[in-house]
C-alpha cells in the first residue's frame, strides 16, 4: 500500500522527535538519584513510533536496524551488571555488589556524588538503552507487514 | 489531595471502562483505554504520586495505544456479535 506522504504529520514529526528524544535524556540522567531509566527508555520508544507513524515502517526499519535491537538490548544489562561487577572486583575484601564507594572515583570526590554520579549515568542509562531497545523491537514486531519484507512501502 | 476533584476523576474513569468494554468498535475502544490512561495519570498526579503517574502516561497511554493500534491493523475493526 503506497501512500502519498503527508506535509502536516511529516513537519510536526521532525519539529517534535528531537524535543521528545532531548525530553528522554532529561528524565534519564537530569535528576541526580535513582528513577527515571524506565520512563526515559519509553519515552525515547515513543519518538521512534512517531518516526514511524509519520515516515513509513520500512524506512524507520532501516534507521534502526534489527540488529542494533539485539545489541542494544543486551547492551543496557551489560552496562548495570557491568557496574556491578566493577564494584566486585574493586571491593575484593568485602565483595558487595554494585558498591559504588569502592570505585577509585570515590577518592577523587566525596562518595555521595559518586554514587548519585554512577546511577544517574551508568545505570539509568543501561536501563532506558534496553527498555528502549525492547519496545521498539515489540512495536516493529507487532506493525511489520508481511509484503513489505519485499520492500513493498517507498 | 482534593477530594472532590479526585472523586469526579474516578467517576470519569468508571464511566470510561464501561464504555471501553461495552463498545463494538475496536478502534473506539482503544482510544478509550487511552483516556482511561491518561484520567488515572492525572488522578495519581494529583494525589502526589508524580512517579506512577507519568510512568503510566508514558506506557498506558502512550506506548501501549500504539502497540494496540499497530495490532488492529493486523486484524478486523469490528467484533464479532
Given amino acids: ?154 | 489531595m482534593i477530594v472532590p476533584l479526585d472523586l469526579i476523576a474516578l467517576f470519569f474513569l468508571v464511566v470510561i471502562a464501561i464504555a471501553a468494554i461495552t463498545v463494538r468498535d475496536l478502534l473506539a475502544a482503544i482510544v478509550l483505554l487511552s483516556a482511561y490512561s491518561f484520567v488515572i495519570a492525572t488522578v495519581w498526579v494529583e494525589m502526589h504520586a508524580v512517579d506512577v503517574g507519568f510512568t503510566e502516561a508514558a506506557v498506558g497511554a502512550g506506548a501501549t495505544t500504539a502497540f494496540m493500534i499497530a495490532t488492529l491493523a493486523r486484524t478486523k475493526r469490528e467484533e464479532k456479535r
Fill in chain 1, 1 to 154: 500500500m503506497k501512500k502519498k506522504p503527508d506535509v502536516i504529520i511529516n513537519t510536526i514529526a521532525r519539529l517534535m522527535i528531537p524535543f521528545i528524544q532531548m525530553y528522554a535524556l532529561y528524565v534519564m540522567v537530569g535528576t541526580e538519584g535513582a528513577g527515571g531509566g524506565f520512563q526515559g527508555g519509553v519515552v525515547f520508544a515513543a519518538s521512534f513510533v512517531l518516526f514511524v507513524t509519520a515516515f513509513g515502517i520500512t524506512k524507520g526499519r532501516s534507521r534502526l536496524p534489527e540488529s542494533w535491537n539485539t545489541a542494544l538490548s543486551s547492551l543496557g544489562l551489560y552496562f548495570y551488571a557491568g557496574i556491578g561487577i566493577l564494584c566486585i572486583i574493586l571491593s575484593l575484601g568485602v565483595a558487595n555488589y554494585l558498591n559504588y564507594g569502592a570505585l577509585p572515583l570515590a577518592e577523587l570526590i566525596d562518595r555521595a556524588m559518586t554514587r548519585g554520579l554512577m546511577i544517574s549515568f551508568v545505570v539509568e542509562v543501561g536501563i532506558a538503552i534496553t527498555v528502549m531497545a525492547v519496545f521498539t523491537s515489540i512495536f516493529f514486531d507487532l506493525a511489520w507487514k508481511p509484503e513489505e519484507d519485499k520492500g513493498g512501502e517507498q
